[in-house]
Nanobody, 125 residues
Framework: VQLQASGGGLVQAGGSLKLSCAAS????????SGWFRQAPGKEREFVAA????????YYADSVKGRFTISRDNTKNTVYLQMNSLKPEDTAVYYC???????????????????WGQGTQVTVSS
C-alpha cells in the first residue's frame, strides 16, 4: 500500500488549502483514514479521521469548525479541506490508513499501519 499526500503550500492566515491523499496498491479493500500533523520540535498529533463509508468523522478540538475531512472511494482518495487557517496550523501533514478496522474512527498514530510521506503546510501571519 502506498499513500501519496499532496496539496500543501504557503498561505496567508485566514486562507484555505485542500489536501489530498491517494491510496494505491490495495484499491479493492476498505480502510479507515486519518490526518495527522507534526510541527517542528513537537510530536505528531491527530487532526481528523473518517470511516470507510464517510458516515463517521471526528476532529481535534483545535480544528473543529475549520477543517473538513471527506473521501471519494471511487478514487481511493481522502481529502482535508482546511479553512480559516492560522499560523499555528503550520506543520507537515500526514495521511494514514488502517485496513483492519475500516468502519472505525481511529485517533492514535499507533492505530494506523500505513502512512503517506507528508506535505508541508505553512501559514503566514
Amino acid at each position: 500500500v502506498q499513500l501519496q499526500a499532496s496539496g500543501g503550500g504557503l498561505v496567508q492566515a485566514g486562507g484555505s488549502l485542500k489536501l489530498s491523499c491517494a491510496a494505491s496498491g490495495r484499491t479493492s479493500s476498505s480502510y479507515a483514514s486519518g490526518w495527522f500533523r507534526q510541527a517542528p520540535g513537537k510530536e505528531r498529533e491527530f487532526v481528523a479521521a473518517i470511516s470507510w463509508s464517510g458516515g463517521s468523522t471526528y476532529y481535534a478540538d483545535s480544528v473543529k469548525g475549520r477543517f473538513t475531512i471527506s473521501r471519494d472511494n471511487t478514487k481511493n482518495t481522502v481529502y482535508l479541506q482546511m479553512n480559516s487557517l492560522k499560523p499555528e496550523d503550520t506543520a507537515v501533514y500526514y495521511c494514514a490508513a488502517n485496513y483492519d478496522y475500516p468502519w472505525r474512527i481511529l485517533v492514535a498514530t499507533t492505530q494506523y499501519d500505513y502512512w503517506g510521506q507528508g506535505t508541508q503546510v505553512t501559514v503566514s501571519s
